[in-house]
Each structure stands twice: as C-alpha cells, then as structure tokens.
C-alpha cells in the first residue's frame, strides 16, 4: 500500500487582524509547529482518523455533508466535501494525524490539519492545486461544513510560510509577498505567551464582528471596507458600535503597511510599536481581547518587550512580543509571576520562529 504524508505548519499573525475577510491586509508567519497527516488509501468510501493527541478515533463518509460530523474530524471531513464539491476526486483510507501545534490558542491548528488532510489527499488522487487553490478550499470547509465564518489568512500562511520571512497578504488580490523578518541579526526574539484561555470561532462573538463589517459596508455603499478609508468616513456610520468596529479595521491596515516597510528597513521600534497600537485598537475599537490578555499584553511591555499583541481571532489565546534576546528569561519570569498575581491560569510561554510552509513529504510505498 502506497502512504502519502504532508504536513502543514500553524501561524502566528504578527499584525493585521479581522482584516482579512475586509479585503484589507495582515502580515502572519508560519510557524516550526505543524500538523503532518499520513495518509493510506483503500479506495473505499470511508476514511478513518486516528490522532495521537486526541486518543481518540473518528471515522467519516467521504460523501459526508455539513452537520454529520461533530469535533476536530469536521476539519478534516469539511475539506473532503470542499474538494468534492468542487469536484475534485476524493477517496477513502486511513489518516494518523500527528501535531505539535497547540489546540484553541490561536495559532491556527484547525488551519493546519486542514491544508495537511488536502494535500495528502491531492497527493492520492494526484489532483494538483496552486496554494490559492488549496487554502479557498480549507476555507470552504471551515465556513460551511464547520461554520466557522472565517477568513483565508490562515490557510495562506500555513501554505506560503517561508523561513525567516513575514508574509504580507494582500486580500483584496489574494498576494503573498515576503518581508525580511529576521530576529537574530537584530537580536531580538518572538516571545508567545500562550494564555491558556481557549477561544472558539464558531461561537457568536466571530460573527458578531464580521456581521457588524459587511453591515457598515453596506451602509457606506461599498462591497468591503477596503473600498473605503479615512475619518470622514466613520461620520457616515450611524451606530457608534460599528464605527467603532470600522475604525479598528481602516487603521489596522494602515499599521500593517507601515509595519511591513519598519520591518524590511530593520526598524523594530517601530514594528513594537504597532504592535502595541493594535493591540489597543483590537482593546479599545474591536472588544475582542479579555482582561486576562490585556493583562498579558501590559505586562510585557512594563517589563521591557518592544512592543505586545494578542495574536489571532481574540477571546483568549496568545499574546506575542519582540523582546530582546538577553532579557527571554528575565520576562517570562516577570510575566509569569504578575499573572499568577492577578488570579488568572498559569501561562505556556515559548519563543517561535518563521518557519516554512506546507509541503508533501514523501509518497512510500
Ligand atoms: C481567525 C480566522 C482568520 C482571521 C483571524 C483574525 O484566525 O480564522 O481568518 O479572521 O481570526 O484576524
């Protein structure tokens, strides 16, 4: 029997977020972290999951649509029904899903299973798809097999991460382009502080912020708020709460913008500190972060960290920093021992790397 393995990494998104179903901009890395999937074709209609974090088996029709299949499987069972929807040839077999990338912390280990379970799939069926192609179709999947109405960043990094590089998304002409993202010769480190807390983007508050988008759009008379930017325009939007909600989202791109030059020019004051305006913008504009977080975030700027953003769709997860090298240890103490303080779980804080994006490994036989 012949195996097909590919993995697939997850992503940090350094800035830029709820932009991407904007049209507007983001700038995520792929992570070292990833999701490989082998995969063993028996040409029957049915495949089998087994993953070694889980514990636990799971089993689907390939011909299963939305609503059958409950769990982690329905990331995988929705890009199955993606492909075969867009008539794409699917087949049966057994999956082992191995990963290293932490569940419900916001590093897009949904994303990451997902691009790992299409690609080992094509790879079967020898279907070939540009990652555009592929991450539209993860996209699919999560949208309307999940539910989850999110938008196609991460796919994109889990597919187009380079090492040592940002990647600068364009969403309006789906454009990948690398940006100079090296720590070291800057001495500098990306600290993740995993809070802990899990977030969920099928719950209501995801929807919510999108729905309030396309909702100004719609007011303002334009398809997306990319068409769209400038103070005068938030005067046209009746209700404050949206207005508060376009605000964050025209001056995110702006700060990804300007953050993708401060980058290739080496300049990383001025990357932290957008960072940090993002992070208050995703606070004050938004309302997607929690005490809990903004007390993460604050804490690793007091303690030196150029600059400190929650990372990912909000509601808990990670919080990331630029923190020079030499001070790694002093901090994760600090900011342990002041979240420890306040009453909230004990954090994991890790440093993370630019790493390569998806790729098959091998075909055995
Ligand atoms: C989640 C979604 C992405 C994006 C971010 C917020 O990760 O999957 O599409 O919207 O939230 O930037």
Not at 50 to 55: K, P, Q, T
Not at 159 to 179: H, K, N
Not at 198 to 211: I, L, M, P, V
Request: charged share 20%.
């Amino acid at each position: 029997m012949t195996t097909y393995t590919a993995y697939a990494p997850g992503r940090i998104n350094l800035i830029g977020e709820h932009t991407d179903y904007n049209l507007g901009f983001a700038m995520p890395i792929a992570l070292e972290e990833r999701t490989t999937v082998t995969f063993e074709p028996d040409g029957s209609d049915r495949i089998t999951l087994a993953s070694d974090e889980e514990g636990v088996g799971s089993a689907f029709d390939v011909t299963a649509q939305p609503g059958d299949v409950d769990g982690w499987a329905s990331y995988a069972a929705g890009v199955v029904w993606a492909l075969a929807q867009a008539g794409h040839p699917v087949v049966g077999g057994a999956m082992s899903v191995h990963s290293d990338v932490p569940i419900g912390a916001g590093l897009s280990s949904s994303a990451a299973l997902e691009c790992a379970v299409l690609l080992s799939m094509n790879a079967a069926t020898g279907t070939e798809l540009d990652n555009l192609d592929v991450a539209r179709l993860a996209q699919r999947g999560e949208n309307d097999f999940v539910g989850a109405p999110t938008g196609l960043m991460d796919q994109l990094a889990s597919l187009g991460g380079e090492v040592d590089r940002a990647l600068l998304i364009d969403f309006e002409t789906s454009s990948v382009e690398p940006v100079a993202f090296e720590l070291d010769a800057h001495d500098l480190v990306l600290l993740v502080v995993n809070s802990n807390a899990a977030h969920q983007h099928s719950t209501g508050e995801y929807r919510a912020r999108r729905e309030s988008c396309t909702r100004a759009a719609r007011e303002l008379g334009v398809d997306t708020l990319r068409d769209v930017q400038g103070e005068d325009v938030l005067e046209r939007i009746g209700d404050s709460v949206d207005r508060a909600r376009v605000r964050h989202v025209l001056s995110e791109n702006q700060r990804v913008l300007e953050c993708a030059k401060a980058m290739a020019s080496g300049d990383f004051r001025r990357v932290g500190t957008l960072m940090d305006q993002s992070h208050a913008s995703m606070r004050d504009d938004f309302e997607i972060t929690t005490p809990h977080i903004d007390l993460i975030a604050e804490s690793l700027g007091v303690h030196g960290a150029l600059g400190a953003r929650m990372t990912g769709g909000g509601f808990g997860g990670c919080v990331i920093a630029l923190v020079p090298a030499p001070d790694v240890d002093r901090i994760t103490t600090a900011v342990t021992s002041d979240i420890a303080e306040r009453g909230f779980p004990d954090p994991t804080i890790f440093t993370a790397r630019a790493g390569r994006g998806a790729a098959l490994v091998n075909d055995r036989t």
